[in-house]
């Protein structure tokens, strides 16, 4: 069974940077979408961030764009999130998971239709 790990979180301030990896567990990993979704105490689940199986195709919450950048390496099995100028409201557990091809745009208005995902990396924004 595909197993998804996700690490990189961290602590840092204001302004500041890092990148999330997703590393998956089998070869299939290139069949699926990837999203990246993140839940706040208290908060709903958000979809942060979808990529096609391709690669070709990226989609961002209107709260992430423009700073946080989707990405995936195929031949490794590896997904990332590059997320730049982090504010103390991208604060959560981000998790990453896999969804079948085109249900990137479900995916982003609701956050669901994951098959899988991992058990989150925690991602904390302060000074």
């Known amino acids: 069974q595909e197993q998804l790990v996700e690490s990189g979180g961290g602590l840092v301030q204001p302004g500041g940077s890092l990148r999330l990896s997703c590393a998956a567990s089998?070869?299939?990993?290139?069949?699926?979408?990837i999203g990246w979704f993140r839940q706040a105490p208290g908060k709903e689940r958000e979809g942060v961030s979808c990529i096609s199986d391709s690669g070709g195709s990226t989609y961002y919450a209107d709260s992430v764009k423009g700073r946080f950048t989707i990405s995936r390496d195929n031949d490794n099995i590896t997904a990332y999130l590059q997320m730049h100028s982090l504010k103390p409201e991208d604060t959560a557990k981000y998790y990453c998971?896999?969804?079948?091809?085109?249900?990137?745009?479900?995916?982003?208005?609701?956050?669901?239709?994951?098959?899988?995902w991992g058990q989150g990396t925690l991602v904390t924004v302060s000074s």
């Open positions: 998971g896999t969804l079948k091809k085109g249900l990137c745009t479900l995916f982003m208005r609701s956050g669901g239709y994951l098959e899988r």
């Open positions: 089998t070869f299939t990993f290139d069949y699926y979408a």
